[in-house]
Antibody
Framework: QVQLVQSGAEVKKPGASVKVSCKVS????????MHWVRQAPGKGLEWMGG????????IYAQKFQGRVTMTEDTSTDTAYMELSSLRSEDTAVYYC?????????????WGQGTLVTVSS | EIVLTQSPGTLSLSPGERATLSCRAS???????LAWYQQKPGQAPRLLIY???SRATGIPDRFSGSGSGTDFTLTISRLEPEDFAVYYC?????????FGQGTKLEIK
């Protein structure tokens, strides 16, 4: 069983960056495709990006390209999502989520979420 | 980008009734790579259905999925009190792996 434990809530000022971590247990990162999904207060789910096993690289949603970086440390089985140039609209719960490392697989495990609040 | 439109936005039903939720795609979803998730307040989403019609591990058989191409349906045959939640569809056949806007299933 995959377990994903995320870092704690963050409060950031507009223009700053935030880096959220996601520790994997039960499996190793190399056995999973890691994705990041966010949810603004009272809103729906928004896929930000994730590993595409077919291409062997991380794909970012166009909306976030240039502002988001998703990385992995396989020595500690920890994934990271860094979002820069924060604005108030980035206030949301950020989830890491995983699927099998095969092409076109659904997301089947989720972290508990990390609330990022952007406020001056 | 594939846009997913869910309907209705809110569905008001009573326990024991049948729920039918719709997800329509702006273009064909390849190989029926369509998933359904349930989300309760303060919780992460939970995978219910993948491949349009396959139940995820541990999901009760009152949940079923159907459809192909651009039209997909999630059916809950007899609503239990714990089924009242928000439901999202997601296509994962192409990037970006878009979600629908959600259907809120509320107690009538």
């Amino acid at each position: 069983q995959v377990q994903l434990v995320q870092s704690g809530a963050e409060v950031k000022k507009p223009g700053a960056s935030v880096k959220v971590s996601c520790k994997v247990s039960g499996y190793t990162l190399t056995e999973l495709s890691m994705h990041w999904v966010r949810q603004a207060p009272g809103k729906g789910l928004e896929w930000m990006g994730g590993f595409d096993p077919e291409d062997g690289e991380t794909i970012y949603a166009q909306k976030f390209q240039g502002r988001v970086t998703m990385t992995e440390d396989t020595s500690t089985d920890t994934a990271y999502m860094e979002l820069s140039s924060l604005r108030s609209e980035d206030t949301a719960v950020y989830y890491c989520a995983t699927g099998p490392v095969v092409p076109a697989a659904p997301i089947d495990y989720w972290g508990q979420g990390t609330l990022v609040t952007v406020s001056s | 980008e594939i846009v997913l439109t869910q309907s209705p936005g809110t569905l008001s039903l009573s326990p024991g009734e049948r729920a039918t939720l719709s997800c329509r795609a702006s273009q064909s979803v390849s190989s029926s790579y369509l998933a359904w998730y349930q989300q309760k307040p303060g919780q992460a989403p939970r995978l219910l259905i993948y491949g349009a019609s396959s139940r995820a591990t541990g999901i009760p058989d009152r949940f079923s999925g159907s459809g192909s191409g651009t039209d997909f349906t999630l059916t809950i045959s007899r609503l239990e009190p714990e089924d009242f939640a928000v439901y999202y569809c997601q296509q994962y056949g192409s990037s970006p792996k878009t979600f629908g806007q959600g259907t809120k299933l509320e107690i009538k």
